[in-house]
């Protein structure tokens, strides 16, 4: 069976400052893919980035970075200079290849970045 | 935005009524996959329909049920509402079943009393 644990039930940081949401998955299969979705007030789940269990190279787009650990099964998300905007509930979400392609979800973490 | 759209934004039904959600995949998209997500929760699977078919389904009782329409949009029904069942109700689209990512539209949010 996949689970997604997002430890970190809200966070709440001020303006410009970094913040780290962390994300552990279980799993018994060797191909699989790891996703952070966003979802602001408003309830859309945005998509941030998608990420397969044989590329562990990190990525940065812009002030959102990612590190993607095999060896301690997590896949972290770092803002970087939080912005009022960046205010939503992340998800973690983890995808097991087979008949259905069904995205098992974290509990998410609420950032709320202030002023 | 995602170019996937639900309908109805909002619905209030009273327990034991029967309820129909709408999506409508992203363009060039033929697979849509419907979660439910309660309060303080994360999305839980439902089903997934793939070319007009079911293509998986999750811990879900028969009366959920959906359809998939030859221009890939869907329904879910859903039959004999419970209280539990209030929570917002997600499609996503993508382009193929498998590992493609899923494009997410607003959502409905359903209350049942």
Known sequence: AQKVTQAQTEISVVEKEDVTLDCVYETRDTTYYLFWYKQPPSGELVFLIRRNSFDEQNEISGRYSWNFQKSTSSFNFTITASQVVDSAVYFCALLITGTASKLTFGTGTRLQVTL | ?113
């Open chain 2, 1 to 113: 935005e995602t170019g996937v759209t639900q309908s109805p934004t909002h619905l209030i039904k009273t327990r034991g009524q029967q309820v129909t959600l709408r999506c409508s995949s992203q363009s060039g998209h033929n697979t849509v996959s419907w979660y439910q997500q309660a309060l303080g929760q994360g999305p839980q699977f439902i089903f997934q329909y793939y070319r007009e078919e079911e293509n998986g389904r999750g811990n879900f009782p028969p009366r959920f049920s959906g359809l998939q329409f030859p221009n890939y949009s869907s329904e879910l029904n859903v039959n004999a509402l419970e209280l539990d069942d209030s929570a917002l109700y997600l499609c996503a689209s993508s382009p193929v079943a498998g590992v493609e990512t899923q494009y997410f539209g607003p959502g409905t949010r359903l209350l049942v009393l």
